[in-house]
Nanobody, 116 residues
Framework: QVQLVESGGGLVQPGGSLRLSCAAS????????MTWYRQAPGKERELVAV????????AYGDSMKGRFTISRDNARNTTYLQMNSLMPEDTAVYYC?????????WGQGTQVTVSS
């Protein structure tokens, strides 16, 4: 059974940091590119960051560059999103996605709220 389980969300003050995790099971994690997306209420889903299957290549949405870092540990079947200098506009549900060719799996999301 394929599963992607996000964790690490919560309430944080502006300027703070959070580290999200996405634990994968049921498929060969190391062969899939991993992507973090987010969706705020009333807004379209937005790409946050993507990392290649081997972890050598990464890319970020424009508003996340320099603040967020995506990484993965293929031995632990987990991908991470380190978020620093958080702003209220980062408030959203954050989702991870695994993709390889036509195969695509999504997690259930974790809420991140940035507020004082």
């Amino acid at each position: 059974q394929v599963q992607l389980v996000e964790s690490g969300g919560g309430l944080v003050q502006p300027g703070g940091s959070l580290r999200l995790s996405c634990a994968a099971s049921g498929f060969t994690f190391s062969t899939y590119a991993m992507t973090w997306y987010r969706q705020a209420p009333g807004k379209e889903r937005e790409l946050v960051a993507v990392i290649s299957s081997g972890g050598r290549s990464t890319a970020y949405g424009d508003s996340m560059k320099g603040r967020f870092t995506i990484s993965r540990d293929n031995a632990r079947n987990t991908t991470y999103l380190q978020m620093n200098s958080l702003m209220p506009e980062d408030t959203a549900v954050y989702y991870c996605k695994a993709k390889r060719g036509l195969y695509e799996y999504w997690g259930q999301g974790t809420q991140v709220t940035v507020s004082s």
